[in-house]
């Protein structure tokens, strides 16, 4: 029997994105300042030529198992299934990875690439401080200088990831330009490194930024979903029926997403954080109210004003807390393969006690905004379905904002 | 011929360099902005660079982000300095105006309307910081129908085939920035300034102005001896931020400057001439 395929679907393969010059659709691109294109070129080209290099992905594949702990295990969670009966919900549990998220595959590759291109010094900004942990880790490992720019309101909110990464050795530098959140620490990472270029390798830490970021950290991230397709298809012997991740920038969402694209049985749902609700304006969610524009090196939706000016945002995660997102998602989005929702503050605070007291295990609240949302999918579907979840981060970093907004002090 | 074109050659003709100072519109507050371009000119402006507010100026340093901030607290929008030139061409109608700002702004307005209303209004050139010529076909296209020249930038990191492809989307001048960094970094090394405009006067039609690291008359005349165009920025910006509240003195200490920049450049070019 033969297939017939749609024409668009023969001219654009869904896995085969971004074009050579990083555009997915209309959204990605380049838009830096003119120092920076020469040096995010020759990125490109280094990038290009590890990823093919047998050494260097051999030397990625080892750290990734015996120093970050991969593959991360595939959970059943029964009792949660159970309690929501409907899907079958299986956890892809990042939450185990050494410094207790995804992001540490992400820095990992970059930092291989920073050394082998000679650079001496690694920048990166960050809002939870995450990334800020995951980089100074990598930069310990392997020696390296390592800066990292964080708002001075985030400073203030993390303490303790502030404190972990000088534990590492990194400086970590306060930003006090404009809202002085996770935004203006990426300003400011760009600003040093368009003055330090020679030396200087920008770890971003999701899948934004100028070509080629958004697909170097894709295929960093795309373990995630290469792992937990061969799981799922060992585990059920076939495909899940949906993957559900949350999206700030969305690096956990695409590395979920990504291997399952060409799939066109696995429906796609990425969670943005919807704050106090999408119609209090104080929220982070670009893809469900935002609009095109173009910041941070790329094209993609933003959180933007009449004028273009970029707005504040908010979310009880500061991991969500941003303006923009990846320009794969924006992409995503406009074909119609994935679908964007967002669930608020209160809601993702339920999701994160509920995982607790039924699982036993603390999500990150970033991952909270994922439960959350499964927790209205799950009961919508059959019982013989299955749904992975993104399980991206643990949430001991989160217990001093969940104990304050209890009224709790530790 | 483009007003920024006939303004080159009046200087080339006369023997002088171009003085090109940057204020942000809006800063300190929206209604100083056009006295200050005239004061400007007064003081011995050729070319005017207005700088569009933007919340996000990823290429600017901390004066310059002040300044943005400031003119942000009255919600300057692009809408408002395109008013802002219309306003200063009802007193001049020949000092070229150049805006310079982020792309976010424009693509919010719409490329078509951009240019449609700048051009109306008078506004002759538009620089726009992280939109490298890989990405600006298409509004270039939009600049050119209706006469406003697309400025680009020209970097110490880019090499000879991407000079050649800057130089031929080009019009008005090409802006060589003098360092790696952000606006009111370091003092910049004229040495090296020198040697890369002598590659880029190789692919180069139009004009080329400096900018980046100029603080006072003494590295004014220093570029004017090497370059087409001296463009100050943050020194001026800096007028503004020492002085809030004080609009008689910001307008005093910019002509200043501008008075003495001006008079080093044009004591430095008419000694090259005797030279």
């Keep these: 029997m033969s297939t017939v395929m749609k024409p668009e679907a023969q001219t654009i393969k869904l896995g085969e994105m971004p074009d050579s010059r990083g555009h997915f659709g209309p959204y990605g691109g380049r838009f830096v300042a003119e120092t920076l294109m020469e040096p995010i070129e020759e990125l490109r080209q280094a990038y290009e030529r590890f990823r093919d290099d047998a050494d260097f992905q051999a030397e990625f594949d080892a750290d990734l198992k015996h120093y970050v702990g991969r593959p991360s295990p595939l959970y059943f969670a029964e009792r949660l299934s159970n309690k929501l009966g409907g899907a079958r919900i299986y956890l892809k549990r990042e939450d185990l990875n050494h410094t207790g998220a995804h992001k540490i595959n992400n820095t990992i590759g970059q930092a291989l690439v920073a050394r082998r291109m000679g650079k001496t010094r690694i920048i990166a900004e960050t809002g939870a401080g995450q990334h800020g942990v ?13 800066v990292v720019y964080m708002g001075a309101e985030d400073i203030q909110r993390q303490a303790p990831n502030v404190y972990r990464m000088r534990l590492l050795g990194a400086e970590v530098v306060a930003v006090t330009s ?67 991740a949350c999206v700030g920038g969305g690096s956990n969402a695409i590395g979920l997403f990504y291997p399952f694209l060409e799939d066109a049985g696995v429906a796609i749902y990425g969670v943005e954080a919807a704050g106090f609700g999408l119609d209090s304006g104080k929220h982070s969610a670009p893809l469900c109210v935002g609009k095109p524009g173009v910041l941070h090196g790329n094209r993609t939706y933003l959180m933007e004003d009449q004028d273009g000016q970029i707005i504040e945002t908010h979310s009880i995660s500061a991991g969500l807390d941003y303006p923009g997102v990846g320009p794969e998602h924006a992409w995503l989005k406009d074909i119609g393969r994935a679908e964007y929702v967002a669930v608020t503050d209160d809601e993702a605070m339920a999701g994160f006690h509920e995982l607790t007291r039924v699982e036993g295990i603390i999500p990150a609240l970033e991952s909270s905004h994922a439960l959350a949302y499964v927790s209205k999918l799950a009961p919508t579907m059959g019982k013989d379905q299955n749904i992975i979840v993104n399980l991206s981060g643990r949430g001991d970093k989160d217990i001093n904002t969940v104990a304050k907004l209890e009224g709790i002090t530790l | 011929m483009s007003r920024i074109a006939e303004r080159f050659a009046a200087l080339q003709s006369a023997k002088r360099k171009a003085l090109i100072p940057f204020i942000t519109a809006g800063d300190p507050q929206p209604s100083l902005t056009v006295p200050l371009m005239h004061a400007m000119v007064e003081a011995g402006a050729d070319i005017l660079e207005l700088g569009v507010p933007f919340s996000d100026p990823m290429a600017e340093g901390p004066v310059i982000q002040a300044a943005c901030e400031r003119a942000l607290v009255h919600h300057v ?56 010529p890989e990405e600006a076909h298409d509004l270039v296209a939009e600049l050119k129908e209706v006469g406003i020249d697309p ?104 002509q200043n400057l501008l008075r003495s920049m001006r008079a080093a450049m044009d004591k430095q070019t008419a000694s090259a001439r005797v030279a």
């Design chain 1, 134 to 146: 995951a980089s100074a880790t990598i930069a310990a490992r392997l020696g390296l200088e390592c």
């Design chain 1, 178 to 244: 404009g809202s002085r959140t996770l935004k203006d620490a990426l300003n400011e990472a760009m600003r040093d490194w368009v003055t330090n270029v020679d030396d200087t390798f920008y770890i971003i830490g999701t899948v934004a930024g100028p070509h080629p970021y958004p697909m170097m950290v894709r295929d960093f991230q795309a373990i995630i979903g290469r792992e937990a397709r061969q799981q799922i298809q060992q585990l059920t012997g076939r495909l899940p029926d949906a993957l559900v």
């Design chain 2, 151 to 254: 400025v680009f930038l020209v970097a110490p990191t880019s090499h000879d085939e991407r000079i050649k492809s800057i130089c031929e989307l080009d019009s008005g001048f090409v802006y060589y920035v003098s360092l790696k960094g952000v606006t009111g970094a370091h003092t910049l090394d004229i040495n090296a300034v020198k040697q890369k405009l002598s590659e880029i006067r190789k692919h180069a039609h139009t004009p080329i102005g400096v900018g980046f690291g100029i603080k006072d008359a003494t590295t004014a005349a220093q570029v004017a001896d090497i370059a087409d165009a001296v463009v100050v920025g943050s020194a001026v910006v800096k007028c503004v931020a020492e002085n809030i509240g004080h609009d008689d003195k910001i307008t005093d200490e910019i």
């Design chain 2, 77 to 132: 929008s692009l809408l408002q300095v395109i008013a802002m030139v219309q306003a200063f061409r009802k007193r001049d109608k020949d000092t070229p105006v150049v805006l310079m700002g982020y792309l976010n702004p424009v693509e919010i307005m719409g490329y078509r309307a951009f240019a449609q209303q700048a051009s109306a209004a008078g506004v002759d050139g538009l620089i726009t910081v992280d939109l490298p």
